[in-house]
């Protein structure tokens, strides 16, 4: 006994002298800050003039525009290509030519680091930075080396670079030293301006960003990363998350509740999905990116398998089907429905996510990507902390007894830094008290039911006449609802949408296609207008009353997962409205098609009697459709519902599950995964 607590007695000693020793660095950090400062400044003045007469030298980064107008125009182009030729770089970046401080887009360089999940967490800052300084062109560059899986069909961003190391600070400097860019944007949690030489960003906006992040400079201009613990820890005395200092440092509104940019373009492969077509199911991952995991693929921040195991048993009894998510070189769980590790790419990943009625997890890249594609997410908490990293929209499991040791040592992520064999913050997490939260959240499956269709075109006098009687109805059918949106195929629609309302005052939130939202500014105001891919609407699960969606050009399969979009996005007892210009032969079969489509997760898509169609869609060649959404509550076995009450007898005498029940589930015999 004595010698545990003076281990721990031992262990309390080393992090205050852990704590004092980053105190000291950061005071030399800020030291040598002070002294580069002035070096630089010292050799910039040194090679001024060497710099106008000899292109191949390029001075370091300080803002003097004077300097810059000492080179021409070819001459800083010649250098800029010259130095993405160094560095193996290909694509639009070639695209980007000095801009002399006129009147061409804004530029914006967004620099980060970290595996997918912070990515994810850097699209929403894209997407604030694009609609601040729009039209603007913005440029990623990431650490990861498959940055652009992330941000390929990303409609804010124009193109992505993937570096590392000196690599990557020889092309921050580059942009540094030239007016390619007008805003150089830093991220380590909190964010970092840079303005390079001819910037057309406003003083005002820069000067509110530095006075806003200087205070946490000193946590990530030296030895980043090791200060983020000590950067979490001040962020969250005063409240913070990690969007909350993302917004503030970078002088935007990004807040908790915000929620980063993922757009799918890919339908869910058939083979893969199979399984789960009409099938209520959850994700659930265990492991870790390859970057910062163990050998055996996990961190110190997943739970223990033997735990995930339970989880999964538990849920079996419940009746639900377990989709296992992941990389190949994460652990297998035994005794999941369906494996998927490896095989699913992130395109289809993202879309397995979003019609789960949960995902479980612990802090990690697909709880970002669920929270990305509007599902809610159990996750447990333990080296990391639930208050900084955790979405209010999931259910944040934060362990009771040791926690927040990210960043302590260096090897905090792939061992224990008391020296446990394993986590004993992830091990306290029980697989009784993960599926009851489960329980209590999954979400039921929707389905929309045919209210009639009615013939927009007879007797049309132009062709935009379907168009305006189809927004006409729309109006007048969602006039008493308190939040509605509109997806269009065509911007025709959309003005039509926008005509009656002041700029910046329209009651509804617009979707437009990826490859239309470059113009979406001729309609409304970016923030107003969001993009939307073919199989995804960027909106919270049951965000809306009403949902105008216009089907127009649209196959029977993109009508489908269209269609499957707007369910989702509409709450219970709301209303999907769709337009349709087609021969009315071909909007009938289309719609009562669309009555024997299943989706993954759900049992029906819609439930659409032929008997409403006809008649009302003999001659018509453009209709509308009005659909009810309602909620499908989903079907569990009898033991499951005797395990749920047993379980809520067992909580209710402050007890964990019963010794009974535990012995069924872990005896259970597992299927082989698929």
Not at 547 to 563: H, K
Not at 601 to 614: H, Q
Request: charged letters at 20%; proline letters at 6%.
């Amino acid at each position: 006994m004595q010698g545990n607590r003076d281990a721990e007695l031992a262990a309390i000693q080393n992090r205050e002298l852990f704590s004092r020793l980053t105190e000291a660095n950061i005071r030399i950090g800020e030291l040598q800050s002070e002294r580069d400062n002035l070096e630089r400044m010292l050799k910039a003045t040194l090679l001024l003039a060497e710099a106008a007469t000899d292109e191949r030298q390029l001075f370091p980064a300080v803002r003097i525009d004077a300097a810059m107008r000492m080179l021409t125009l070819v001459q800083r182009r010649d250098l800029w290509l010259a130095g993405l030729t160094k560095l193996g770089l290909d694509g639009a970046i070639f695209g980007l030519f000095p801009h002399n401080g006129e009147t061409d887009p804004i530029t914006i360089l967004v620099s980060g680091s970290g595996g997918f999940g912070d990515m994810i967490t850097h699209s929403c800052l894209v997407r604030r930075l694009y609609e601040r300084f729009s039209p603007a062109r913005i440029v990623v560059l990431e650490a990861h080396p498959e940055a652009h899986r992330i941000f390929a069909s990303n409609p804010y961003v124009l193109s992505t670079i993937s570096l590392k190391g000196e690599q990557k600070q020889q092309f921050f400097d580059l942009a540094a030293c030239l007016d390619i860019f007008d805003l150089l944007v830093d991220v380590r949690y909190a964010v970092t301006y840079a303005a390079p030489p001819l910037s057309r960003i406003p003083h005002e906006f820069l000067l509110a960003a530095h006075s806003r992040s200087s205070e946490w400079q000193r946590f990530v201009r030296r030895d980043w990363p090791f200060l983020n613990n000590m950067l979490g820890q001040e962020a969250m005395r005063r409240g913070m998350t990690e969007y909350d200092l993302m917004g503030y440092t970078a002088n935007l509104p990004i807040a908790t509740r915000d929620a980063g940019d993922f757009f799918p373009v890919e339908p869910a492969d058939a083979a893969l999905v199979a399984p789960l077509v009409g099938n209520p199911y959850i994700t659930v991952h265990h492991g870790s990116d390859r970057v910062m995991s163990a050998a055996n693929g996990v961190q110190t921040k997943n739970l223990p398998k033997a735990t995930w195991q339970a989880v999964v048993a538990l849920l079996k009894l419940q009746g639900w089907t377990t989709v296992q998510l992941g990389e190949e070189h994460e652990p297998p769980i035994e005794g999941v429905a369906v494996d998927l590790r490896g095989k699913s790419s992130f395109d289809h990943t993202a879309q397995i996510i979003k019609h789960a009625h949960a995902h479980i997890d612990t802090e990690g890249g697909l709880v970002h990507l669920a929270r990305a594609m509007g599902t809610r997410s159990v996750v447990m908490f333990g080296p990391t902390p639930a208050a900084f990293f955790g979405y209010p929209a999931n259910v944040n499991v934060q362990s009771q007894g040791c926690a927040n040791c990210w960043w302590v040592g260096p090897e905090w992520a792939r061992s224990c830094v008391r020296g446990f064999a394993g986590p004993e913050c992830m091990a306290e997490h029980a697989p009784e008290k993960i599926v009851d939260l489960v329980l209590r959240f999954a979400r039921s499956s929707k389905t929309a039911v045919l209210q009639g269709a009615m013939d927009v075109g007879e007797d049309a006098p132009s062709p935009a006449a379907p168009l305006e009687t189809a927004v006409t109805r729309a109006r007048s059918q969602f006039r008493n609802s308190s939040r509605t949106a509109v997806a269009v195929r065509g911007l025709d629609l959309l003005k039509l949408c926008f005509a009656h309302f002041p700029a910046g005052q329209t009651p509804f939130d617009g979707f437009v296609p990826l490859e239309l939202f470059g113009r979406a500014a001729e309609v409304g105001q970016i923030g107003e207008v969001r993009p939307y891919s073919p199989v995804h609407i960027p909106a919270e699960t049951d965000s809306y009353d009403g949902l105008f969606l216009d089907l127009r050009m649209v196959g029977p399969e993109n009508a489908a997962t269209l269609l499957a979009e707007a369910i989702r996005v509409t709450r219970p007892d709301g209303e999907v409205l769709i337009f349709d210009e087609s021969p009315h032969e071909a909007a009938r079969a289309r719609l009562t098609a669309l009555g024997g489509k299943r989706i993954p997760g759900a049992r029906s898509l819609v439930k659409a009697n032929p008997k409403l169609l006809d008649g009302s869609l003999h001659q018509a060649r453009a209709v509308t459709a009005l659909f009810r959404v309602v909620e499908t509550p989903t079907d569990v076995s009898a033991a499951a519902r005797g395990l749920r009450r047993s379980m809520r007898r067992s909580r209710s005498n402050g007890q964990v599950a019963s010794g009974r029940i535990w012995d069924r589930v872990v005896s259970e015999p597992t299927r082989g995964s698929l």
